[in-house]
């Protein structure tokens, strides 16, 4: 975790102090070091994974606004993205100049402009249903599990890109597909040295899609007013490649236009 304070080596330390005495007592605390990490809960390594990057400082966050821009097809697009407490949100895409509203919650409707007709159309039923049923996951789910009411269980561990990992399976709220209530589960992937969250996957449940597994990857995380926020996302499906979104600046808290939520269809 790039600018992060490095976690405390406990087998390193305890090593360090006892230097001279025989090589039976190394192992004795590389074995104890090693239980003792075996032995975390889920809850502990989300709790850790949560101090790592502010704890209650994140309390005090009620908005975040991130800027980049991405490639696309030799492209370069500019791409606002802004994520309240509340639940209400937004993204808006530069394209020559025009600004294209998507995934918009204003408290009410979800909508987002019709590349084709530039108009403003509201998501159907469904869509708003699975939307509304994940507004109290900000910041994070993984972070607000208990007041959710999700589930997490600790699985076996895992290397993500050579990094060794945590792995923590969050059980969330149904989603509907369909009419049809679905699991929605997903998967995190914490760093073992530094706690940091590197991954998430989640299994998709509808279209063309149906089956394969999603990944975003977080990197580069940088202090901002407290936090520490990744600023470089992966996003795309396992084994099947991704797009990097590089974040340019990040700001906590900022002032925002709030008219930019409002549903602007008939």
Not at 71 to 91: A, H
Not at 140 to 156: D, F, M
Request: hydrophobic share 35%; with cysteine; aromatic share 10%.
């Amino acid at each position: 975790m790039n600018n992060c304070s490095p976690s405390f080596d406990f087998s390193k330390t305890i090593i360090s102090l006892f230097l001279p005495m025989k090589k039976v007592l190394f192992l004795a605390v590389i074995v104890l070091s090693s239980l003792t990490g075996f032995n975390q809960t889920a809850d502990e390594i989300v709790q850790s994974a949560h101090e790592v990057i502010g704890g209650s400082a994140w309390d005090k966050v009620n908005s975040i606004k991130m800027n980049s821009v991405v490639e696309e097809q030799g492209m370069k697009i500019p791409l606002e993205i802004v994520l309240m407490r509340d639940g209400r949100t937004y993204t808006k895409i530069n394209i020559q100049g025009m600004d294209i509203f998507q995934n918009v919650f204003d408290g009410t409707n979800l909508w987002s402009i019709n590349f084709y007709t530039q108009k403003a159309e509201k998501a159907d039923n469904e869509a708003l249903e699975n939307f509304k049923r994940t507004l109290a996951d900000f910041p994070s789910a993984i972070t607000n599990y208990k007041q959710n009411g999700y589930a997490i269980e600790r699985l076996t561990d895992d290397v993500v890109d050579g990094t060794n990992c945590y792995k923590i399976k969050l059980t969330k709220k149904p989603q509907l597909a369909d009419g049809v209530e679905v699991s929605d589960i997903e998967y995190h992937y914490f760093d073992k040295d530094s706690y940091a969250h590197i991954m998430v996957e989640t299994e998709i449940m509808t279209g063309e899609m149906k089956g394969k597994m999603s990944q975003v990857k977080f990197s580069d995380y940088q202090e901002v007013s407290g936090v520490y926020l990744p600023y470089s996302m992966d996003q795309g499906i396992k084994d099947l490649g991704s797009q990097t979104i590089p974040f340019t600046t990040v700001e906590i808290n900022p002032t925002i236009d709030e008219t930019l939520f409002t549903y602007k269809g008939e």
